[in-house]
């Protein structure tokens, strides 16, 4: 497995993004790490997917989209809360990388990620799509 660590803003499209104000300002953070390995790429996602982090989970999605030959997972068992604005950029992440040729999917998810996905529908509906 390679993990590459790069700061905020590199263009080589490998790497960990984290970005947003100090937590213990109430803002929420978000970190994106991409790892790899013979078989896939893996887009972890670390803290809190709102309307203010949206810009770091879509940046690190299309870097891994990038980056892909096929697949990418998603790793959300870290990933803390999710709002509608981080359900609707899972769903075009969705779009963009079939778009693209990538199967992208959802591997583990936190208990409060897997409820709000399940009230939602939304992975039901992207299958029904693909299909």
């Given amino acids: 497995m390679t993990v590459v660590v790069c700061p ?20 929420a953070t978000l970190r994106t790490t991409i790892t790899e390995d013979a078989d896939h790429l893996k ?16 940046a690190g999605v299309d870097d891994v989209i990038a980056m ?39 591997g583990p998810r936190s208990p409060f990620v897997e409820r709000v996905l399940q009230i939602s529908g939304v992975e039901d509906a992207l299958a029904a799509e693909s299909a």
């Avoid at 803003?9 to 970005?19: A, I």
């Avoid at 809190?48 to 770091?56: A, F, N, R, W």
């Avoid at 803390?80 to 950029?89: C, E, K, M, N």
């Fill in 43 to 58: 887009l972890s996602v670390i803290g809190e997917l709102d309307l203010s982090t949206v810009p770091i989970f879509v």
């Fill in 68 to 106: 892909a030959r096929s697949a990418v997972e998603l790793d959300l068992s870290e990933l803390t809360f999710i709002d509608s604005s981080g359900v609707g950029a899972y769903v075009s992440a969705f779009r963009r990388a079939r778009a693209a040729g990538v199967t992208l999917s959802v």
């Fill in 8 to 27: 905020l803003g590199s263009t080589n499209g490998v790497g960990m993004r984290d970005e947003a104000a100090d937590d213990s300002e109430g803002v």
